[in-house]
């Protein structure tokens, strides 16, 4: 049984993983800012499932939280950084303050989270940090430049961290989804939305499911 610590599970493709990964019998670290919206989960799950709440902008919430997985299951075998926030728009309408939001959320967490994690994996000589990335770090989004830019650096974490952390025993890897039907994407605008469907093979968005699928490979 493995012990699972993943942001952003209040909705979307976190709270797509976490279901997995319950449901597989592991134990899960299921986080979010705000832990009404993953009760349900804990309930459902009340032996291997714990409730944090969490803010991953910040290391003392970060510090916390990874003491709590520790005091309840003993170790940390798998970190997701999932949580990740987006926006549509256009680039003379960002302020400075709204790009340095998006790279707080979705690249510096990263560091932060991984940074936590990987020091208790250390010293078990095993783990896996799993980063939630994005297809639109590969070829762009015609609006939200933030977005695309904090996934790209991600990939560029990712692969080095894969190559420092490795002689630790710790795997480095991470899952870049298409356009999936999560509340972040709903919320963009719906051209955007439809524009982006169109270049999926299959005519239609993923699902959180399709993405948790692959995390848990």
């Known amino acids: 049984m493995k012990t699972w610590l993943i942001t952003g599970c209040s909705s979307g493709i976190g709270r797509g993983i976490a279901k997995a990964v319950l449901k597989k019998g592991d134990n899960a670290v299921v986080t979010a800012r705000d832990t009404s919206k993953i009760a349900d989960l804990v309930d459902q799950y009340p032996n291997t499932a714990l409730g944090v709440a969490l803010d991953i902008t910040k290391k ?20 997701i950084n999932n949580a990740g926030v987006s926006d549509s728009k256009h ?21 932060l989270m991984s940074k936590a994690a990987a020091e208790v994996m250390k010293k078990q000589k095993k783990g896996v940090i799993l980063n939630t990335s994005s297809m639109v770090s ?13 996934k790209f650096a991600v990939n560029g974490m990712t692969k080095s961290l894969a190559r420092e952390l490795g002689k630790d025993g710790i795997r480095v890897n991470a899952v870049a989804p ?12 719906p051209n955007m939305i439809s524009a982006m469907a169109k270049g999926v093979p299959v005519q239609r968005l993923g699902e959180p499911e399709d993405i948790a699928n692959a995390f848990l490979f």
């Open 178 to 189: 298409g356009i999936i039907a999560t509340d972040m994407v709903k919320a963009l605008d």
């Open 60 to 79: 003392e919430s970060i510090s916390a939280a990874v003491k709590q997985a520790q005091e309840r299951f003993g170790t940390i075998d798998v970190l």
């Open 91 to 111: 680039f003379y309408s960002y302020e400075d303050a709204d790009f340095d939001r998006v790279m707080n959320i979705n690249l510096r967490s990263v560091f």
């Open 138 to 150: 590969i070829y762009g989004q015609p609006a939200g430049v933030a977005y695309p830019t904090s």
